[in-house]
């Protein structure tokens, strides 16, 4: 198959951000790779959808059929259509990838629900006329049951031969590490073990067919959000298989499709979801807190009654407190230019080798000179500083904080759809300067040193904060000092 002369790299260098254009050619590169793994009847496939769009199709058209073509890029295409950085007319392409049309036959799919679990009519269910929608790897189909047929639920159910399809991906994804592995010097990449890296994330992406992981993670997200008025979560339903899982269905609306009619509305709507996603499950109580790894906003919608809805928990993670409270010790760190704990912590969260010490040392000088510069430090300026010591530095993190990490990216493009203007960094602070007001009553209690509350940040934290605020002066002072002589220099 000539793969090469379907996808040109300065057609992919057009639809990445000036700074990382420099990385069309591996992009290119290890989707060719890709591609030439597939079965000869899969490519024969992709081909003939490639050959519908017709000759003057452009890079971001093929690219968004490619993705809709095998579940890993469709899932990848997700992850991609909410990052502002790239090119419109490729996120144009790739949002439908949140929310197909149903292309799977209703009769394969009743055929599959009766082999599962017997007649339907004996189980009182009914289904719909048609499926509702269709994802990378299941099928969802609504059903009515109960007295009078009143309660509605929704079925999720696998694609015929998807476990099958998805392994051979995931080992082309791994194969695609390698090669590039291969080939840094020759394409100009960081040294990162993308083989490593592409293992763990194989082996997360194998969640998605794990529906009895997903029904566990569902009553999980269920207890963390109990208590939150503002948020649901679909109840499991009785009718579920380890290829089957049936909930509540949940009616609403993309929150990326409401457009609330004041700016404060629109901001109101975009912190709720920022703190629903991500803020809450770093302050979780508990030794493990499980987040959302696919926020994008066909799995976040905003209900009737003005509640965030959060679907499909086939694909989640858990933060660990000693994770969690060093994220908090990072930002922390950051406020008061501490480079050395900064340095400390990082090397903590690098669970396999250890970072580079200078080349870590100069990432945490770059990114704590945009905070001497007036930036906050937040999770939009964290994802930077994690980005920056894993490229550079050879920090090698755990598969949950890359999860996390993806979280992050997929996140900030769907609040940045709800309101253009929206800062998670500064709406982190706020939400975390509420949460510390609420914990005081209980911080007298505490232990010295423990970090057990849901800040994570000790009493003896707080002290040592008071007395190192007069070296983060000294430290901007010395910075800019050092700055003003050497560009005399």
């Known amino acids: 198959m000539d793969w090469e002369s379907l996808i040109d790299e300065p057609g992919v260098a057009s639809l990445l951000p000036g700074e990382y254009a420099r990385f069309a050619r591996p992009v290119r590169e290890g989707l060719i790779?890709?591609?030439?793994?597939?079965?000869?009847?899969?490519?024969?496939?992709?081909?003939?959808?490639?050959?519908?769009?017709?000759?003057?199709?452009?890079?971001?058209?093929?690219?968004?059929?490619?993705?809709?073509?095998?579940p890993v890029l469709h899932k990848l295409g997700q992850t991609l259509a909410r990052d502002h950085r790239l090119a419109a007319e490729l996120r144009q392409?790739?949002?439908?990838?949140?929310?197909?049309?149903?292309?799977?036959?209703?009769s394969v799919l009743a055929q599959q629900l009766v082999d599962q679990l017997g007649p339907l009519e004996s189980l009182g269910v009914y289904l719909a006329s048609q499926p509702l929608a269709e994802a990378s790897v299941a099928v969802v189909v609504p059903f009515t049951y109960g007295p009078g047929r009143r309660l509605r639920g929704v079925f999720k159910i696998l694609k015929p031969g998807i476990e099958e399809r998805l392994a051979q991906e995931l080992r082309l994804l791994q194969d695609v590490g390698h090669y590039l592995d291969e080939r840094c010097?020759?394409?100009?990449?960081?040294e990162l073990d993308y083989r490593d890296a592409f293992e763990q994330v194989s082996s997360k992406l194998l969640q998605e067919i794990r529906l009895e992981q997903e029904q566990r993670n569902l009553s999980l997200a269920d207890r963390l959000y109990a208590d939150d008025p503002d948020v649901h979560v679909p109840w499991l339903l009785e009718f579920c298989t380890p290829r089957i899982t049936a909930m509540e269905r949940i009616d609403g609306v993309k929150v990326s499709d409401h457009c609330p009619d004041t700016e404060a509305d629109r901001r109101k709507l975009a912190?709720?979801?920022?703190?629903?996603?991500?803020?809450?499950?770093?302050?979780?109580?508990?030794?493990?807190?499980?987040?959302?790894?696919?926020?994008?906003?066909?799995?976040?919608?905003?209900?009737?009654?003005?509640?965030?809805?959060?679907l499909d928990w086939s694909l989640a993670a858990w933060l660990e407190?000693?994770?969690?409270?060093?994220?908090?010790?990072?930002?922390?760190?950051?406020?008061?230019?501490?480079?050395?704990?900064?340095?400390?912590?990082?090397?903590?969260?690098?669970?396999?080798?250890?970072?580079?010490?200078?080349?870590?040392?100069?990432?945490?000088?770059?990114?704590?000179?945009?905070?001497?510069?007036?930036?906050?430090?937040?999770?939009?300026?964290?994802?930077?500083?994690?980005?920056?010591?894993?490229?550079?530095?050879?920090?090698?993190?755990?598969?949950?904080?890359m999860?996390?990490?993806?979280?992050?990216?997929?996140?900030?493009?769907?609040?940045?759809?709800?309101?253009?203007?929206?800062?998670?960094?500064a709406?982190?602070?706020?939400?975390?300067?509420?949460?510390?007001?609420?914990?005081?009553?209980?911080?007298?209690l505490q232990p010295f040193g423990a970090r057990s509350l849901p800040t994570r940040i000790s009493n003896a934290d707080l002290v040592e904060a008071m007395l190192s605020s007069p070296l983060a002066a000294a430290r901007f002072w010395l910075a800019e000092w050092k700055a003003a002589a050497d560009a005399a220099s």
């Open 93 to 106: 392409h790739l949002r439908p990838l949140e929310s197909l049309p149903p292309g799977t036959p209703l």
């Open 33 to 70: 790779h890709f591609l030439r793994g597939l079965r000869p009847q899969q490519q024969l496939a992709v081909l003939h959808d490639q050959a519908q769009l017709g000759a003057r199709a452009t890079t971001a058209e093929r690219l968004g059929a490619l993705a809709r073509s095998c």
């Open 271 to 310: 912190e709720l979801v920022f703190r629903t996603v991500l803020v809450r499950p770093l302050v979780a109580r508990g030794e493990a807190a499980i987040f959302h790894c696919d926020p994008h906003p066909g799995n976040v919608l905003l209900t009737e009654d003005g509640r965030i809805a959060l």
């Open 185 to 190: 010097h020759q394409l100009g990449i960081p």
């Open 427 to 444: 709406a982190l602070f706020r939400c975390f300067i509420r949460c510390f007001v609420a914990e005081a009553p209980r911080r007298w």
């Open 403 to 425: 999860l996390f990490r993806k979280s992050l990216l997929t996140l900030d493009g769907t609040v940045g759809d709800v309101d253009r203007q929206f800062d998670p960094d």
């Open 321 to 401: 407190e000693e994770e969690r409270a060093a994220i908090v010790q990072i930002l922390l760190a950051a406020l008061l230019l501490d480079g050395e704990k900064a340095n400390w912590l990082l090397r903590r969260l690098s669970h396999r080798g250890r970072p580079v010490g200078g080349r870590l040392r100069s990432v945490i000088e770059t990114r704590f000179g945009e905070i001497r510069r007036g930036r906050l430090p937040g999770f939009a300026w964290l994802v930077s500083l994690l980005d920056d010591a894993t490229q550079q530095a050879r920090l090698r993190p755990s598969s949950e904080m």
